[in-house]
């Protein structure tokens, strides 16, 4: 290991590692799935819903099925906003082989088919605790957690990543950032828009060095990642300056590196 760079943030000291410039590294993170055939696309902010980083579709559909790809899009986290519909359908439509959006009222045998009928499902953003509310209500977080189970690739952005991991910070309660556990299909925590909410660093490194949180990746605006049971098996930056981060706390303080850029 390199030299170590010591930042004081808050009370919590905060240690940046050298940065993971390999492979190996990056599929020796401990943030691999209960289910041996999950995969997750985990995207840290943009997007189609914010018309920006066409990339980031790119990446997702190079890991489903590319042209022949049929994928779903959930917008619980948003209300079910029109807007961010239109533009998945937009966004998507001309480079796969078919889209469709969950009408808010689907569940039971509806849903599983639906479900059945695709080879990814991508998880709008939003509200992180409305979304577990209404998924826990209509048991579609159990009908999600058996799809992923059977190969169908997630994918989400901000409350649409973190919903698969154990927890990570949401202001959804409007008490301010503090932990909210997530469904719990990827071991660890998750973090969005690292660099583009300036008081998410602070309280991130804070919690994870407490022990409120656990170790877990960190996405900027633009950035993604592919987990497997391997690890992080692959990344994209949409952005020339963002990044994905892997935290952890040692002795209690929170250490951070930087993963490899996509070669």
């Not at 966004?91 to 009408?103: E, I, K, L, S, V």
């Amino acid at each position: 290991m390199g030299q170590v760079l010591f930042i004081r943030l808050s009370v919590y000291p905060f240690l940046r590692d050298t940065p993971a410039t390999s492979t190996p590294f990056m599929q020796r993170i401990p943030l691999t799935p209960h289910s041996p055939r999950a995969r997750l696309i985990a995207i840290g902010g943009g997007g189609f819903a914010q018309g920006s980083d066409p990339a980031l579709e790119e990446f997702v559909l190079r890991h489903a099925a590319g042209a022949a790809t049929r994928i779903g899009y959930i917008a619980s986290a948003s209300s079910f906003e029109p807007t961010a519909i239109a533009r998945f359908h937009q966004r998507f439509g001309p480079h796969c082989a078919h889209t469709a959006d969950m009408p808010p009222s689907m569940q039971g045998a509806p849903a599983a088919q639906w479900l059945q009928s695709l080879d990814a499902v991508f998880v709008g953003g939003g509200n992180t605790a409305r979304l577990l509310a209404q998924w826990r209500q209509a048991g579609l977080d159990r009908l999600l957690l058996d799809a992923a189970g059977q190969g169908l690739l997630l994918a989400g952005v901000s409350a649409g990543a973190m919903v698969w991991f154990e927890a990570g910070l949401s202001d959804a309660l409007g008490a301010g950032l503090a932990p909210l556990a997530g469904l719990g299909l990827f071991r660890g925590s998750f973090c969005p828009h690292y660099d583009s909410e300036p008081q998410r660093q602070p309280a991130l490194h804070a919690a994870i060095a407490s022990g409120q949180l656990p170790r877990g990746l960190a996405l900027d605006d633009g950035a993604a990642v592919l987990l497997d049971a391997s690890g992080v098996r692959d990344s994209c930056l949409a952005r020339p300056d963002c990044a994905a981060y892997y935290l952890h706390a040692r002795l209690g303080r929170c250490f951070s590196r930087r993963l490899a850029a996509p070669a």
